[in-house]
C-alpha cells in the first residue's frame, strides 16, 4: 500500500507481495456480513447467512496474512529510506511531511468524501444517538470500524522507528524485537484503536526492517533449504487452523494463539517471498505486477465502501431467504469481489489519467 518514492528503486518481490497482500484484503472485504461497534455498524446476516468451513477458512486466512504482510514491506522499504535519508541529512520534519502528504491526505480526504457518505446513505449510522460523535470518533480517530486504520496507524509508526534508528542504540536488534514482541503480545488489553493498531504491527515493521538487513543471509538460507518455505507454509496453515477451532478461554491458550498467529504470518511472508523470487525473471510476471502496483494504493483506498452499497441493495432489493443458501452466499460473494475490484480501479485509474495526487 506504501507507494515507493521512486520507481528506479522499485524492489519486484516488495511489490508482489503488496499487490498479492491487497488481493486479499479484498477478498476479506467480500467475506463479512456483520460490522459492528459502538459507533455503527451493519448486520445483514439476520440469523439466515450461512456460511461454510471452505469459506470460513479463507475468511481466517485472509484476515490474518495481509496487513502483517504489508506492515513487513513497508519495514523493508524503510530501512531503503532511512539510509537515504541519512546521506541526505533529511530529518524527522522531512519525513513526517513526506508521509503525511503520501498516507494521511488520503485517509482525511477519503474518509470525509467517500467512505463516511457511504456509511451514511446504506444505513452504517442508523441507530446512532450522536451522528457527529459517531462519525468523528469512529471514523476520524478510528475506534470503529474504518479499513482506513491503516494510514494513521502506519504513519506514526514510521515516525517512531525513525526516532528509534536516529537513536543509534546499541545492540538495538537484541532489544527492539523482544520488546515489539512484547507489545504484540499486549496489544488487545489496549483501548485506543490507533495505539492498539501501533503495538500490534509495529513487530511485524521491524521484522520487515531486520528481514531487509539480513535478505543476503536470508536468501543464502533458502538457497540451501529449499524445501524450507513450503514446509513452512504447510505448518503456518495447519497452525490455522488450529487458531481457528480452539477455544481460547485461559491466559496461556490466549497467548500461545497470538505466537500461532504470529508463526502463521511470518512464516507466510517467507513462503509468498520466495514465489516473487521465483517468477520475477519472468517477464510476463515482472509487467502484470509492475501494472497492478501502480494501483494498489487506490483500489485499497476505494473498493471496501462498496460492499456497503452491494448489501444495501441486495438485502433491501433482493430475495434475502437466497442467501441462505451456500451457492447464494457463493455468488454474491464473487459480485461483490468483482465489482469492489472493478470499480476501485476505475476510480484509481480515473484519478491518475487527472493527475490527482495523493489519492491513488
Known sequence: MEKEENKSKKIFEYDF??????????????????VTSKYGGIDYSQGKV?????????????ITIPMPIFFIVSGALFR??????????????HLAVKKFKKLMIAFFVVSIFYTIPIKYITGYFSNSQNLFSDIFIGQILIQGNTHLWFLPSLYFIFLIAYFI???????????IIPITFLLYIIHTKIPVNLILYITKFLFYFYIGYYFEIYKTE??????????FPIIGFMIALILLAIYMYVERNNFILKLLGKIELML???LSFLFFYNIATKIKQKEIFSKAVDNISKYTFGIYLYSDPLNYIILFLFFNYGNINYFSTTLGVTILFFIRLVVTFGIAFFITYLLKKLKVKYLC
Open 50 to 62: 450461512i456460511t461454510n468451513y471452505i469459506i470460513n477458512f479463507l475468511a481466517y486466512f485472509d
Open 17 to 34: 507481495l503488496k499487490a498479492f497482500a491487497m488481493i486479499l484484503v479484498i477478498v476479506a472485504h467480500c467475506i463479512y456480513y456483520i
Open 80 to 93: 531503503n529510506t532511512f539510509l537515504s535519508m541519512e546521506k541526505k541529512n533529511e530529518g524527522m520534519k
Open 218 to 227: 536470508i536468501h543464502k538460507f533458502i538457497e540451501k533449504h529449499k524445501k
Open 165 to 175: 534508528e536516529k537513536k543509534n542504540i546499541k545492540y538495538e536488534k537484541y532489544i
Open 264 to 266: 502463521v504470518n511470518l
